[in-house]
Nanobody
Framework: QVQLVESGGGLVQAGGSLRLSCAAS????????MAWFRQAPGKDRRFVAA????????YYGDSVKGRFTISRDNAKNTMYLQMNSLEPEDTAVYLC??????????????????WGQGTQVTVSS
């Protein structure tokens, strides 16, 4: 079993930056694909970014492309999301997910087996 815990959320002004972390425990996630999703109040969960088990491949949702960077450190069993040029529309609960690699980009939440509880990101205008 894998447990995921997000951290690093908070309140930031528009144009600012935050770095989220997702720490895994229970077992190594070095062979798992991982991703970030977000859910704003009253809205469906949306894909943000995904990273392959090795970190060699990344994929971003259109709304964050060029502003967010996903990365991972398998030695630390941790994934990160660097968020720059934040906008009020980025306000949401950010959740990390891990799932067995399928050899292709995984952007659907249904493809992930483990989820964290989420960390709140609030961007003020």
């Amino acid at each position: 079993q894998v447990q995921l815990v997000e951290s690093g959320g908070g309140l930031v002004q528009a144009g600012g930056s935050l770095r989220l972390s997702c720490a895994a425990s229970g077992r190594s996630v070095s062979s798992y694909a991982m991703a970030w999703f977000r859910q704003a109040p009253g809205k469906d969960r949306r894909f943000v970014a995904a990273i392959s088990w090795s970190g060699g491949s990344t994929y971003y949702g259109d709304s964050v492309k060029g502003r967010f960077t996903i990365s991972r450190d398998n030695a630390k069993n941790t994934m990160y999301l660097q968020m720059n040029s934040l906008e009020p529309e980025d306000t949401a609960v950010y959740l990390c997910a891990a799932g067995r690699s399928r050899g292709r980009v995984m952007i659907s939440g249904y493809e992930y087996d483990y989820w964290g509880q989420g960390t709140q990101v609030t961007v003020s205008s």
